[in-house]
């Protein structure tokens, strides 16, 4: 299994924006798809984001489509999810998430790694 932390959240104002980094160790990056998700305060995890091995296939959820935009870096074993726009219901804490079901998956039991979650909180 991948050991997964995340970076990069913070406070921002709503219209501002953000990228959340993770960086991955302990087992080949490129034999999982990756994830994000987000948990509000009081709320279940949902999934927000998700990119094959390659890069070359991406999935969002209807809500930050066009304005996220979720990214890998093989070479470096990181993934990215730029978020732009953002919105005051963006509030959560975002985790970092792989998957071995190829090609591509979205369904939250299909991730087996998860890092620790950064929290990110936009203010109106």
């Known amino acids: 299994q991948l050991q997964l932390v995340e970076s990069g959240g913070g406070l921002v104002q709503a219209g501002g924006s953000l990228k959340l980094s993770c960086v991955a160790s302990?087992?080949?990056?490129?034999?999982?798809?990756l994830g994000w998700f987000r948990q509000a305060s009081g709320e279940d995890r949902h999934f927000v984001a998700a990119?094959?091995?390659?890069?070359?296939?991406?999935y969002y959820t209807d809500s930050v489509r066009g304005r996220f935009t979720i990214s890998r870096d093989n070479a470096k074993s990181t993934m990215s999810l730029q978020m732009n726009s953002l919105k005051p219901d963006d509030t959560a804490v975002y985790y970092c998430?792989?998957?071995?079901?190829?090609?591509?998956?979205?369904?939250?039991?299909?991730?087996?790694?998860w890092g620790r979650g950064t929290q990110v909180t936009v203010s109106s």
């Open positions: 998430a792989a998957s071995r079901r190829l090609p591509i998956t979205t369904n939250i039991s299909d991730f087996g790694s």
């Open positions: 302990g087992d080949r990056f490129d034999n999982y798809v």
């Open positions: 990119i094959n091995w390659i890069g070359a296939s991406t």
